[in-house]
């Protein structure tokens, strides 16, 4: 019996062909090659229709075949890269279609079976190719006119259907959907094979292949790779790599940067090298193999062959390099929800709470559906951007207007936004009660998004069938409680309803639970209605008890329509949602549709106002209703004489220094450049500032932050308020470096591997300049060889790391041992959110035989490094330090602290600058 591919790859590598175009080139084909004697007719050129050359030379296909296999592959693809309707249309051959597919099938399946009638032990397979098409649905093809699509994405799944069907009828077996460019036409082509096997009643593996378009590592329409995988974490997926783009060199990075979080088998064919001048490659089978050695020692791929410019002299090269290859072992599949636009959205409990913008809905924002209803569509766009601006994670979208077609209205704005990258960097909320307006919405994203949403109100049998439909969209679910008796609005009906929901999509249909949002209703409080009284208490109640009963699926909710009753007091309305934001996330709500401009923090709230919505929000006391709305009354009375645009700006009559803290707390940076200009004249150096009273304001948020009394989306938009300021002080500072004064040393600074966050390292980098250290600044995402080597090249006297995020603790652990192996004894500055003196204490300093030193924030880093500097105080130094060490370990064996989470970090300290 035949062993399948899925058996193969465990045990060893697998050698994919290489080009099938270069080969062709080899043949020197003419037009009369192309065209044959039954295609005489066809008007137009036929050469360059590799895929026509199944019907007319298929002795030529087949000895391509036989060369590869010949070579040593062990699968090799089908000559119909671009043999479907879509393409062949430029060749006015979509006719054939069928027939070419067939016939492709026919050649190599005659050519592998051979092989492996020969040599039973290394059966060879016949993977179907699959091209992204000439075409994209994720672009126009008019800048004039961005909401224009040259084809559809159910025109283009019709025709990836009819393709596959055939390529599965002929045997293939496996399916390679390759040089995706556009997630959308690769999701199309996802859901086409998704079909056809089933039509066809034939399983085979499916296998992706990315291209990426520019070095920053990014497909042609803008996804990351990181977004790539949330885009088609639904599909069931064998294999994922990268062909054509670079030259197996260049292509490492990405590579690396895929297999990291890719939980599936890894595949490979770059280029034979970059292409010359003349677009030619002429990178040798050799040199590209001892680059490719790399990929296989490493242990990066399970299969790998060649794109553009490689023939069967390179892959016969591959063979030989197989005795020292290393399996790669699959990353282990994510347990948290992922969504992604043009970059990945990972829905971490850390983060704490989600923020979905409420501004783009028809139904709930008057200018905004004033704005579609005149089709003003960049003032609508700009609404968008704002959001995303203000720190919204995710935008909802809602187009159900009775004078509107909001299926059109849909297409037409999530087409426009596609074309704008600030917006369409981030995941998106489809809303609608409309079914066919989700689909619409869906088809015309290429991100991994939400939809909002389905429920049981029409049953269970619809219920299911709508589930099932998005998950083949690849899309995230919100279920809203609603049944077949309507909205719940008690605790046990909303817990009883979610609980149903998520037997049938996790039991009956094995349903991804990452993938559910439940929305247990926010509705509306202080009413006068004695039954709307414990709505507040009764969602969050839901929310705890959803959390630890329904184990991955997340918890969102409508929170603006708690206050409705309170419409025209934006304040009462906003502090409403702050005190129940603060109580329903520490039950654990993920995520909620909110305006993302809302300024008013739970701890900003006066306590008699608190005590007052407390008391409506907790359902406290039967007169808590009555009381607040008194209450919003004094307090309209009260700033009804101030203009609203006087009370917000009210706090620009604070001292400068509290302004400043005000603006970083709130993120508002429009004012810095003036208040900077102005506390210049206050402090003695610029750099004071720094370290004075914008360090201070950012402890302040750390503190808020520790305490949940501040989201991370408010968090961020501090700290780019931060970045902004320290960008307005630092060329004052360069300036005021003294001319002549001598370097106090050489500082190496890098944001290590994996991890992108530099503001910490940056503020680190200024603070340590003033103090006349010499900065090498490597930058993020440094790999820990790089690290050591500019360490060796450039004699530094200190090392710094910086990261934010848990995995950076691990590459910081394993910079600390490539320190020690090259036998360097430089010390080593920790820093960033989620490391800690503790987890520097257990895992770093043990591994390097030097001077290890936690620093809290960036304004400890100069005396630190002083004290290193002048070797009398350094022996000190290092002792106290390798006694607290010895402490912590200790304490910490106790216990049986074993590692550090980043919970334990967070409750020691924050460090937000990074
Ligand atoms: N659950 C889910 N989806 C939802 C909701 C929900 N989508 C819609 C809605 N509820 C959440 N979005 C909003 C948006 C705006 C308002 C309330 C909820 C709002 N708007 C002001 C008003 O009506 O007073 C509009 C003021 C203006 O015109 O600007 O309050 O619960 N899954």
């Known amino acids: 019996m035949k062993r399948t591919i899925q058996e193969l790859i465990c045990e060893r590598i697998l050698i994919l062909d290489g080009a099938m175009g270069t080969m062709i080139q080899q043949y020197n084909l003419q037009e009369e090659d192309f065209r044959g004697e039954r295609f005489a007719h066809v008007p137009g050129q036929l050469k360059g229709n590799n895929d026509l050359l199944n019907l007319t030379r298929p002795d030529v296909i087949q000895d391509i075949h036989r060369k590869y296999l ?71 093809p008019d800048v004039n006119n961005p909401a224009l699509r040259s084809m559809t994405y159910d025109e283009l799944v019709v025709s990836y259907i009819e393709q596959i069907e055939t390529l599965l009828t002929g045997g293939v077996d496996a399916i390679l959907i390759e040089t995706i460019f556009d997630t959308l036409n690769a999701k199309a082509a996802i859901y086409a094979a998704e079909e056809a096997m089933q039509r066809t009643n034939k399983q085979v593996p499916l296998m992706l292949s990315i291209t990426v378009s520019d070095i920053g590592g990014r497909t042609l329409s803008g996804q990351t790779l990181d977004a790539f995988l949330a885009s088609v974490q639904h599909a069931n997926i064998f294999s ?30 770059p280029n034979a090298g970059l292409p010359n001048s003349l677009g030619l490659y002429d990178q040798s089978p050799k040199e590209m193999a001892m680059q490719v050695k790399e990929y296989l020692d490493e242990g990066l791929v399970n299969i790998i062959g060649g794109c553009c410019g490689t023939t069967d002299k390179y892959i016969a090269e591959y063979p030989s390099l197989l005795n020292t290859a290393k399996l790669h072992v699959p990353a ?73 077609d909001a299926k059109e209205e849909m297409t037409t704005f999530l087409n426009l936004i596609a ?141 603006s329509n708690l206050s409705f009753s309170f419409r025209g007091n934006n304040y009462i309305r906003e502090a409403m949602h702050a005190v129940f934001l603060y109580h329903a996330i520490r039950e654990g709500l993920d995520m909620g549709i909110v305006n993302p401009a809302t300024s008013v923090l739970y701890n900003d709230i006066p306590q008699d106002v608190l005590i007052c919505i407390e008391d409506v929000v907790l359902n406290r006391r039967p007169d808590a209703a009555g009381r607040l709305v008194e209450l919003a009354e004094q307090l309209k009375g009260a700033t009804e004489t101030v203009s609203a645009e006087a009370k917000h700006t009210a706090w620009r009559d604070l001292p400068v220094n509290d302004r400043l803290q005000y603006a970083l707390m709130k993120g508002i940076g429009d004012y810095l450049e003036q208040d900077i200009q102005e506390i210049l004249t206050q402090y003695p150096k610029a750099v004071d500032i720094i370290e004075g009273p914008l360090m201070e304001g950012m402890s ?215």
């Not at 879509?86 to 054939?96: F, G, R």
């Not at 905004?368 to 935008?395: M, N, T």
């Open 419 to 559: 074309s704008e990258p600030e917006i369409a960097r981030v995941p998106l909320m489809i809303d609608s009660s409309k079914w066919e307006v989700l689909l619409a919405g869906l088809k015309c994203v290429q991100g991994k998004h939400i939809v909002n949403s389905i429920s049981l109100k029409e049953g269970e049998a619809k219920f299911v069938e709508q589930a099932r439909t998005l998950r083949s969209y690849g899309a995230a679910v919100v279920v809203m409680a609603f049944d077949e008796n309507g909205q719940a609005d008690t605790f046990e009906r909303k817990i009883g309803i979610c609980e149903r929901a998520y037997r049938l999509l996790v039991d009956k249909l094995n349903y991804n639970p990452c993938d559910i949002i439940f929305d247990p209703n926010v509705l509306a409080i202080a009413t006068g209605i004695e039954e709307h009284n414990n709505y507040a208490v009764d969602f969050i109640k839901a929310t705890g008890w959803i959390k630890k009963n329904l184990p991955g699926a997340s918890v969102s909710g409508g929170i």
């Open 700 to 914: 302040k948020v750390g503190v808020l932050f520790g305490e949940g009394k501040m989201f991370l989306p408010q968090v961020v938009k501090t700290a780019r308020t931060m970045k902004k300021a320290v960008s307005i002080l630092q060329p004052i500072i360069e300036e005021e470096k003294q001319e002549g004064v001598a370097s106090a040393g050489k500082v190496l600074l890098a944001t290590v591997k994996g991890d992108v966050h530099d503001i910490g390292k940056n503020i680190v980098s200024v603070v340590m300049a003033c103090n006349s250290y010499e900065i090498i600044d490597l930058g993020v995402m440094v790999p820990a060889e790089t690290i050591v080597q500019k360490a060796i090249e450039a004699k530094v006297d200190m090392i710094g790391l910086s990261g934010l995020i848990t995995p950076s603790l691990e590459e910081m652990v394993h910079v600390a041992v490539e320190l020690q192996k090259a036998g360097l004894h430089i010390p080593l500055l920790i820093g960033g959110a989620t490391t800690s003196k503790l987890h520097t204490a257990l895992k770093i300093a043990p591994v390097y035989n030097a001077p290890v030193v936690h620093l809290k924030d960036a304004s400890q880093n100069a005396t630190v490094a002083n004290k290193l500097m002048n070797l009398n105080n350094r022996k000190e130094f290092v002792e106290e330090l390798n006694y607290e060490y010895e402490q912590l370990r200790e304490k910490s064996n106790e216990s049986k602290v074993i590692s550090v989470s980043l919970e334990d970090a967070r409750k020691n300290k924050l460090n937000l600058f990074d």
């Open 70 to 140: 010949e070579a040593g592959a062990d699968l090799i693809e089908t000559n119909t890269f671009n043999a479907t309707s879509i393409s062949m249309a430029d060749y006015h051959m979509e006719a054939y279609v069928r027939e070419i597919n067939l016939a492709a099938v026919k050649i190599a399946r005659e050519v592998a079976d051979e092989y492996t009638i020969k040599t039973p032990d290394k059966p060879r397979f016949v993977i179907a190719s699959i091209g992204p098409t000439n075409k994209t649905t994720s672009m126009s």
């Open 332 to 404: 282990t599949k994510p347990t948290n929800l992922w969504l992604s636009g043009l970059e990945l959205l990972e829905v971490k409990s850390e983060m704490n709470f989600v923020n979905i913008g409420e501004r783009c809905n028809v139904a709930g924002s008057r200018k905004f559906l004033r704005l579609i209803q005149e089709k003003k569509y960049d003032e609508a766009l700009s609404i968008a951007r704002k959001q995303v601006e203000d720190g919204a994670l995710i935008l909802d979208f809602n187009m159900d207007d009775g004078l509107l």
């Open 240 to 269: 994922i790599g990268l062909n054509c783009s670079f030259g197996a060199r260049q292509l490492k990075p990405f590579l690396e940067q895929l297999a990291l979080k890719a939980p599936y088998y890894i595949s490979a064919y």
